[in-house]
């Protein structure tokens, strides 16, 4: 693809600004020249280092970028200077693009494959962005942090996410995560420290498969009965 499908009146950017429309996500001109620099800049190492199976950038602008906006609502939320850990986030969603339209809140994006650690710092460095804070461990290895939001988006499943992460997240604190939709096996297999709070169901522009967004949180007094 060649380099002027990224620039702000190109194919790419139209298609950006129709699904943030669709969205209702709110955004800068600079904000949107930064999502599609994200993509491009992903493109360009993905040819080298192969960091996602989606090959074409209008199909990563749907199954990355806007797909990682569908949690724009509840982020709008969330207060100033939350801390935010995206655990398994590959090379960087749905994280870089949350941080990008949220950079009042503070990002840890985590993961064990270091060529995508490396992409995400490079990505941050040329984006100029200073929310964010690239960790190359397995979460199993991840300890002593807090935080307020646990975000997973197919990293693992709902359980293993929960059993995981449970350590990391702070008392009052909140886990998202991004699925296709909710089996209700998974979610009777729970840990019965965890509250089931709802299911959102979400549309990506474009996209036909199902999504959601399940957000689950500590039942209250918990953490306090543990320390």
């Known amino acids: 693809m060649m380099i002027e499908d990224y620039s702000a009146d190109g194919v790419l950017a139209k298609q950006l600004k ?3 429309k669709e969205l209702n996500v709110e955004t800068s001109e600079n904000q949107q020249q930064q999502l599609l620099e994200l ?14 199976a989606i090959k074409q950038p209008k199909e990563g602008l749907k199954l990355h970028l806007l797909d990682s906006l569908t949690l724009f609502e509840r ?14 986030t590959g090379p960087g969603f749905p994280g870089l693009p949350l941080a990008i339209l949220f950079p009042h809140l503070k990002f840890t994006l985590l993961d064990s494959n ?3 650690i490396r992409f995400i710092r490079q990505t941050i460095h040329q984006l100029g962005l ?12 991840f300890e ?5 939001v646990i975000l ?3 990293f693992a499943s709902l359980v293993d996410m929960v059993n995981l992460t449970h350590t990391l997240l702070d008392e009052k604190g909140i886990w998202l995560a991004m699925k296709g939709e909710l089996m209700a096996q998974e979610a009777e297999e729970l840990p019965p420290f965890v509250v089931n709070h709802f299911v959102t169901q979400v549309e990506v522009p474009n996209v036909v498969a199902k999504r959601c967004i399940v957000e689950l949180g500590f039942i209250p007094g918990y953490k306090s009965e543990d320390k």
């Open 18 to 20: 129709s699904g943030l």
């Open 39 to 52: 993509l491009q800049v992903l493109y360009k190492w993905n040819k080298a280092y192969n960091l996602t």
């Open 75 to 88: 982020f709008k939320e969330l207060g100033d200077n939350k801390t935010i850990l995206d655990v398994g």
């Open 114 to 116: 270091s060529k995508k």
């Open 130 to 141: 200073d929310n964010v804070e690239p960790i190359h461990s397995r979460v199993e290895s």
């Open 144 to 148: 002593d942090r807090n935080f307020d």
């Open 152 to 154: 997973s988006r197919a």
